[in-house]
């Protein structure tokens, strides 16, 4: 797991550590000092600690004008012990939703397990997002990890969504190709 690095080519455009209003400014990151683990595993040290211990993320863009975020995330995602989406909507999506942002996309390609709980924190998300004409995707949850998560029915609150080749995307073009998909399914 150490050699997982959270994805490093739209740094030109955005580095949350240098913008004021992430939650992440002001960090600085070590590339040779391994301090951070899920479980007994040691993880990239770019990854950044938002209050879980068993899942990080790290945010590659937040366009305040268009109002939509970019985060991605590894570990497992685990609601039943940690309660990760209380954290993860108290510490990181409150923040961004003060600031404008509607439209989140949640690369969850590297969460290798999720353990479910309750829905109330995904209720009280969808509700806020749909207040605002906003939304949140799940972009690229392997299978085995979304078979809890959709057996929980949280896909009504969070949308799952594949597109293997994500990063190929800038980060506004790969929002307008989820936010026109999303668009096509609201139509029908």
């Given at each position: ?22 939650p992440f400014y002001?960090?600085e990151y070590s ?151 999303l668009s096509k399914?609201?139509?029908?």
């Open positions: 797991m150490h050699d997982i690095e959270p994805f490093y080519n739209w740094r030109h455009i955005y580095i949350s550590e240098e913008d004021v209003q992430s002001g960090c590339e040779f000092e391994f301090s951070q683990t899920i479980y007994n595993y040691y993880i990239h040290p770019q990854w950044d600690d938002f209050g879980s211990k068993t899942l990080y993320i790290k945010v590659l863009m937040a366009d305040y004008t268009e109002g939509y975020a970019i985060l991605e995330m590894i570990g497992e995602w685990n609601d039943a012990i940690e309660n990760d989406i209380m954290i993860l909507k108290r510490e990181i999506i409150d923040l961004f939703q003060n600031r404008g942002i509607r439209k989140f996309i949640l690369i969850a390609e590297n969460v290798l397990n999720f353990h479910g709980s309750d829905r109330e924190y995904y209720e009280e998300w969808y509700e806020e997002m749909t207040d605002e004409n906003g939304w949140a995707v799940v972009l690229n949850m392997p299978v085995q990890t979304q078979q809890e998560y959709v057996k929980m029915k949280l896909n009504r609150y969070l949308e799952l969504m594949e597109i293997k080749d994500w990063r190929v995307y800038k980060p506004f073009h790969l929002f307008k190709k989820i936010d026109q998909e399914r609201l139509e029908f």
